[in-house]
């Protein structure tokens, strides 16, 4: 059966969202669970262009009510940093469900649930919000938009908003490259890889009020008055892309996808046949006619793809007046650089982009395929990374702009705490085994800031009672808000009957962590070289684990770029110099060793 697509001319668009949904639809709804996926991933003003029109949630709301939907729910899960509520609320779509007696809610509401991508082009698994599983229809309403890094925003990009919380950062930080020859990017890819185990059944794309230039939130309205809605989601964007005046080639994701179905144009049915008529030109970011120029920002991006030049073209426009004082800097972007080139600007160089992945030890560095605009912003300004502060003994705190995880918080009775449990906030915490000196404060501060706690299951199970605990095993993987929690081998005893104790490897936001727990040197350490660690935090105080040469044959087994030494000078019998450990790790290995006194901190 060939796709069809109905295409209305909306005089009033809850009655022509009424009608497109009506024209499409194959499912008996009677008795069945309908999720509403809007695009409220900003906070705006309603009707704006920036958020999916509440006129045409309540055109679809009425439609499925007279259906006899058991329930129908509408959500949505916004951009990092926004709440969603907050934007359903803005965009008018909260007041109009209220209205219509239906749920509107936050779908990072339901428990995250893993989907694995089998034979994936660059990821092999997608954290999603579980309810979009635990419905009967999924119909996504998209706004008609050009965007920044896709080309075009419809209905299958708007599934991304789908993700788990900071799960949807995943796509724009891919390190997996395209496959050989491709010319659509990464990110494009991951669309097409999100499709595989999450694809709407319906969209109906609002064209009330589009957007065009530099969308998907920094464009102008574009008033068109138009509603396109079909079974097929490849089909009903492709149709909208028509409508917009754009190409299938400048929107990878759609084009991929729709090859992977076998679809072309001559193949869709269109109501009305003459559809054509409808169509207009979408200003596309490329075209924007923005004067955006800085004297203190270079560019040089002669062999960055189009995704690269749209991001440090958004990062210009939005950022240019943070520049207008101090030195030039520069930004590289590209697969071919000069290496030679990059060291002249010295500390002013900046790396943007995956492809500019392999000169990051020449300058600062920003990954993202394509990059987005507020993490360029971060890298140059030195708020990038992860902030990690030694608390004392083996107690760590990794901070991120959004997260703050404790590892092993022995803080009450340590003498060389550099602060108590009140003042700390968590929103995560590892413990790596039983004893006192590591589980410490860990249930006080969880139950204070409802942590989720990460350790093994004996230790969970006997000592972190009445918080909310994740348990794995060694060599499990804990997939998390700020990226992944892997559980490692560590030789030593666990505190508790039948358990084991561990080390963890957290890659949080892109920067690996292995933190040792207590443990001896062990030819296991060997295999951690596979996982690049960016820094490893090792314990060198002997006795209980290994010392400080030892802990210099670690680091020649484990490789990592950086080091900080812990569990020493809290007693007497565990006394060590740090320093030796450093200039013997630095004269025998190419890792860096940083000392950090209690409460001191640095940025990695």
């Known amino acids: ?25 194959i499912h008996d709804v009677k008795g069945k669970r309908v999720l509403l996926k809007p695009n409220t991933g900003f906070e705006g003003p309603a009707k704006s262009g920036l958020c999916t029109h509440p006129e045409v949630i309540r055109g ?23 709440n969603s509520l907050q934007a359903l609320k803005s965009a008018g779509i909260y007041e109009v469900c209220e209205q219509e007696g239906v749920k509107c809610i936050d779908l990072n509401d339901s428990a995250p649930v893993e989907m694995k ?43 991304k908003g789908t993700m788990y919380k900071r799960e949807k950062n995943k796509l724009h930080r891919l390190t997996k490259s395209p496959p050989p020859g491709a010319q ?35 464009g102008k309205p574009r008033p068109y008055g138009m509603i396109v809605a079909s079974s097929t989601p490849v089909a009903c964007d492709m149709i909208s892309l028509q409508l917009m005046g754009m190409s299938l080639s400048d929107v990878g994701h759609i084009k991929l996808i729709a090859q992977r179905e076998g679809l072309t144009y001559d193949r869709i049915k269109v109501d009305p046949v003459d559809y054509k008529k409808f169509c207009a030109k979408f200003i596309t970011p490329l075209e924007a006619k923005l004067e955006i120029k800085c004297d203190n920002l270079e560019f040089v991006d002669e062999s960055a793809c189009s995704g690269c030049h749209t991001a440090l ?12 004082e101090g030195d030039r800097i520069t930004l590289f972007a590209g697969k071919d650089l000069d290496e030679k080139e990059i060291m002249s600007r010295k500390d002013k160089a900046f790396l943007v982009g995956n492809c500019t992945a392999k000169y990051r030890k020449l300058a600062p560095f920003c990954k993202g395929c ?22 004392g003994h ?34 995560h915490i590892c413990v790596t085994h039983g004893h006192y000196d590591h589980v410490g404060d860990a249930v006080e501060i969880a139950q204070q800031n409802n942590s989720e706690v990460y350790s093994t299951h004996k230790v969970a199970e006997a000592l972190l009672k009445g918080t909310k605990v994740v348990t794995g095993d060694i060599g499990g993987v804990i997939k998390t808000e700020f990226g992944y929690a892997k559980l490692v081998s560590a030789i030593h ?13 957290l890659d949080v936001e892109g920067v690996k962590i292995y933190h040792a727990g207590d443990t001896a040197l062990t030819m296991d350490m060997q295999l951690l070289a596979q996982e690049r660690i960016d820094v490893a935090l090792l314990p060198i105080g002997g006795i209980s684990t290994m010392g400080p040469l030892d802990a210099v044959e670690a680091v020649k087994l484990i490789r990592p770029k950086m080091v900080i030494p812990m569990h020493y000078n809290t007693t007497i019998a565990i006394r060590q110099d740090p320093h030796f450990f450093q200039r013997a790790v630095e004269r025998e290995t190419e890792a860096e060793v940083k000392v950090l006194s209690p409460g001191e901190s640095f940025r990695v």
């Not at 890819?189 to 595989?196: A, Q």
């Not at 394509?370 to 608390?391: A, R």
Request: aromatic letters at 10%.
């Open 1 to 25: 059966m060939r796709p069809f697509v109905k295409v209305v001319k909306a005089e009033d668009p809850c009655s022509a969202a009424y009608e497109a949904i009506s024209a499409v639809l």
């Open 60 to 82: 679809l709301i009425r439609f499925f009510k007279d259906q006899g939907a058991a329930e129908i729910i509408t959500g949505d899960s916004s951009v990092i940093g926004v």
């Open 117 to 159: 991508i089998k034979n994936g082009y660059v990821v092999d698994s997608i954290l999603f919000s579980s309810i979009v599983f635990n419905v009967d229809l999924v119909v996504s309403v998209p706004v008609m938009k050009t965007h920044m890094y896709t080309g075009a925003s419809l209905g299958i990009k708007n599934m």
């Open 184 to 218: 659509e990017r990464s990110l494009d890819f991951g669309i097409l890889d999100l499709t595989t185990v999450c694809y709407p059944d319906y969209v109906v794309t609002d064209g009330i009020i589009g957007m065009e230039g530099f969308g998907p939130s920094g």
């Open 313 to 324: 073209l958004q990062f210009m426009r939005y950022h240019r007046d943070k520049f207008k």
């Open 370 to 391: 394509p990059p987005v605009d507020s993490e360029i912003l971060k890298v140059i300004k030195g708020l990038g990374g992860v902030i990690i502060e030694y608390l």
């Open 394 to 427: 083996s107690a760590f705190s990794l901070k991120t702009k959004d997260y703050n995880i404790l590892i092993d918080p022995y803080l009450t009775n340590n003498p060389m705490a550099s602060d108590d449990r009140q003042n700390l906030k968590a929103t």
């Open 493 to 505: 005893s666990s505190g508790v009957c039948g358990g084991i104790a561990c080390g963890f490897i």
